[in-house]
């Protein structure tokens, strides 16, 4: 009897315990997802409840933004709190060749004008830092940036790879005229840059002191002797070895070999 009293007593005097939600993490913003890419936690960061300003800026301003963030430069770690609250004002306020400089030692002429032409979609870390190398390097590359009407990733990237010894206005033009892309010319230069490692210094010379260059590339691949075969071969089924046994050979059978585009292709593709 005791004991049943306790029980009620207890049930009696002991607190219900109130159920406690737990509040949902707030959702996160698809359009500062969109405008800021990669940079996003950064963004919201260093804006959070004003967020709206970061928007609101021009593209050449955000694009700024994101290209001293990708700079690396401990000057623009937002991590932290302090940081972050140190930064907005710093952003906010600052003159553009400043804050561009202080990112990455200087601030290259045209540098403010390239990120006005970048669009409104973010780009990436890689790719600020090569527009900044290219315009650092100067030369025909940082001039036809400056004066591009649009500024794609592939010629920022085809221009930070190639050779100082390549850019020449024959060849950038070539570009700029869309009588060869991009890519095609990022190749070109990925190219060049191996011939320099893996031939004679006097091979890598002879191309850079060519009036065609693009030919010269082509010229030094196809006129080499071929890789060694994967199997020796035997006496009636003998491996070739060269272009010109190749191109004989397509003579004899009146093949598409015949053909020096051809020729050249099947070529390149054992250089």
Same mark, same amino acid.
């Given at each position: 009897?005791?004991?049943?009293? &306790?029980d @009620?007593?207890?049930?009696? *005097? &002991?607190?219900?315990?109130?159920?406690?939600?737990k509040a949902a993490p707030p959702a996160s913003n698809s359009v500062v997802e969109l405008v800021a890419g990669p940079y996003v936690k950064a963004v919201n960061r260093i804006w959070g409840a004003k967020v709206g300003e970061y928007l609101s800026a021009p593209d050449a301003r955000r694009h700024l933004w994101h290209a001293c963030f990708a700079s690396g430069h401990p000057s623009f770690r937002w991590q932290t709190a302090a940081a972050a609250t140190r930064l907005y004002d710093r952003l906010t306020y600052a003159p553009g060749k400043e804050l561009a400089a202080q990112a990455y030692g200087d601030c290259p002429p045209g540098l403010l004008r390239c990120l006005g032409r970048l669009g409104a979609e973010p780009?990436?870390?890689?790719?600020?830092?090569?527009? *900044?190398? *290219?315009?650092?390097? !100067? !030369? /025909?590359?940082?001039?036809?940036?400056?004066?591009? &009407?649009?500024? /794609? +990733?592939?010629?920022?990237? @085809?221009?930070?790879?190639?050779?100082?010894? %390549?850019?020449?206005?024959?060849?950038?033009?070539? $570009?700029?005229?869309?009588?060869?892309?991009?890519?095609?010319?990022a190749t070109f230069g990925w190219t060049v840059?191996?011939?320099?490692?893996?031939?004679?210094?006097? @091979?890598?010379? +002879? $191309?850079?002191?060519?009036?065609? /260059? %693009? +030919? &010269? $590339? *082509?010229?030094?691949?196809?006129?080499?002797?071929?890789?060694?075969p994967p199997w020796p071969g035997t006496n009636l089924l003998r491996p070739i070895t060269s272009r010109a046994q190749l191109q004989r050979i397509g003579a004899e059978l009146r093949n598409c070999l015949e053909t020096p585009a051809w020729l050249t292709r099947s070529v390149l593709k054992l250089a």
């Open positions: 009897m005791h004991d049943q009293l &306790a @009620a007593t207890a049930a009696v *005097v &002991a607190p219900k315990r109130r159920k406690v939600r780009r990436s870390g890689y790719t600020y830092r090569a527009l *900044v190398q *290219v315009l650092q390097r !100067g !030369g /025909p590359c940082a001039k036809a940036l400056v004066h591009a &009407a649009e500024i /794609p +990733n592939e010629l920022i990237h @085809a221009f930070a790879t190639l050779p100082a010894g %390549m850019a020449s206005k024959r060849t950038i033009g070539l $570009v700029m005229r869309g009588q060869l892309s991009a890519g095609d010319l840059s191996r011939i320099r490692k893996i031939r004679d210094p006097e @091979a890598y010379e +002879n $191309v850079l002191r060519s009036t065609d /260059p %693009m +030919n &010269a $590339v *082509v010229q030094l691949l196809t006129d080499g002797e071929f890789p060694p």
